[in-house]
């Protein structure tokens, strides 16, 4: 069963350019959380979603920031318009429906540099 | 809103001592879960050891355990007989679930562990 996977592992960006990261949940995984590290700082929760719905985005910014987890397809984490500020390391995990478990499994993340 | 304070930015042990990392949390909330979380150098976020806060038990996992203290408010992690793959950022977290399913992780700002030879 293979993990959570995330890509690409690094992108690099243009001030002002659009950047996509992606995210795979484990199998038979259907919530979906983002969260961002800046260097030197500890993960930050962004936003989480399961098929189709956003369930809590109070960690995004207001601004630039969008994420979606289609019926079909991977998880989407986009910045439009990207700052030397958005770069980071963003780090996708994924739990199951079944809550007894209660824990959320992490991929090895995507570091975003922006020129 | 619930916040995480990790105290020890650094700290340092030798091989096969004992080492305790400390955490405090602040919520208003009665059910929750507390995690202790270890990214390597390769940044991989990997779960160490988990916590039901309506469990008096403190949990253990082979080297690893937790000293919960529920009306403190604190969650220490204790690294028994230290390897030096233990070597590793450490993050205490706080979740509340959000409509009794998923929830979100809150993190502490992390301690740096160096295990020394």
């Known amino acids: 069963n293979a993990g959570v996977m995330q890509n690409p592992r690094h992108l690099v960006r243009r001030r002002g350019q659009e950047a996509r990261l992606r995210c795979s949940p484990m199998?038979?995984?259907?919530?979906v959380y983002w969260y961002r590290q800046l260097p030197e700082e500890g993960l930050k929760f962004m936003v989480y979603?399961?098929?189709?719905?956003?369930?809590?985005e109070s960690g995004m910014p207001k601004e630039r920031f969008s994420a979606e987890f289609p019926k079909e397809g991977p998880s989407i984490l986009r910045i439009q318009q990207v700052v030397r500020g958005d770069s980071a390391a963003y780090f996708c995990?994924?739990?199951?429906?079944?809550?007894?478990?209660?824990?959320?499994?992490f991929g090895p993340g995507t570091r975003l540099t922006v020129l | 809103a619930q916040t995480v304070t990790q105290s020890q930015p650094e700290m340092s042990v030798q091989e096969a001592e004992t080492v305790t990392l400390s955490c405090t949390y602040d919520?208003?909330?009665?059910?929750?879960?507390l995690f202790w979380y270890k990214q390597p150098p390769s940044r991989q976020m990997i779960l160490v050891i988990r916590?039901?806060?309506?469990?008096?038990q403190n949990a253990t996992e082979n080297r690893f355990s937790v000293n919960f203290q529920k009306a403190a408010k604190s969650f220490s992690l204790k690294i028994s007989d230290s390897q030096l793959g233990d070597t590793a950022m450490y993050f205490c977290?706080?979740?509340?679930?959000?409509?009794?399913?998923?929830?979100?992780?809150?993190f502490g700002q992390g301690t740096e562990l160096s295990v020394k030879p």
């Open positions: 916590q039901e806060a309506y469990k008096q």
């Open positions: 995990a994924s739990s199951p429906r079944d809550w007894d478990y209660n824990e959320q499994f």
């Open positions: 979603l399961q098929k189709e719905n956003i369930i809590d």
């Open positions: 919520t208003s909330e009665s059910n929750y879960y």
């Open positions: 199998k038979g995984h259907s919530h």
């Open positions: 977290a706080f979740m509340k679930l959000i409509y009794n399913q998923g929830g979100k992780l809150i």
